[in-house]
């Protein structure tokens, strides 16, 4: 079992940052894809960002592409969004997760491909 916590949602001003992290423990040895999530009532989990362990890859939505950074600090099993030039459409509840599964296929984040998830932290930008 993985256990992920969500921290640092809060409320900013459009054009504003704000960081998140996700805190892993457990069995986070097989672990190889970690990604961010987002949702809102009224539409589907959107996968935002994705970091792959092996080979340290990289994946973006094109909504956020140029403005999110995700990032892992292994030492500390710990992931990280970075959000700048937030938008109102930013707004929503941000989820951490990550899957079994092949090191070398993390590929685009899908939802139903993931096993563990954080509990969500809210993320409102007022324009």
């Known amino acids: 079992q993985v256990q992920l916590v969500e921290s640092g949602g809060g409320s900013v001003q459009a054009g504003g940052s704000l960081s998140l992290s996700c805190s892993a423990s457990?069995?986070?040895?097989?672990?190889?894809?970690f990604a961010w999530f987002r949702q809102v009532p009224w539409k589907e989990r959107e996968g935002v960002a994705r970091?792959?362990?092996?080979?340290?890859?990289?994946y973006y939505a094109d909504s956020v592409k140029g403005r999110f950074t995700v990032s892992l600090d292994n030492a500390k099993n710990t992931l990280y969004l970075q959000m700048n030039d937030l938008k109102s459409e930013d707004s929503a509840v941000y989820y951490c997760?990550?899957?079994?599964?092949?090191?070398?296929?993390?590929?685009?984040?899908?939802?139903?491909?993931?096993?563990?998830w954080g509990q969500g932290t809210q993320v409102t930008v007022s324009s």
């Open positions: 997760a990550t899957r079994r599964g092949s090191p070398h296929a993390c590929g685009e984040p899908i939802a139903d491909d993931y096993n563990f």
């Open positions: 457990g069995y986070t040895n097989s672990m190889y894809c």
């Open positions: 970091f792959s362990v092996v080979g340290r890859g990289t």
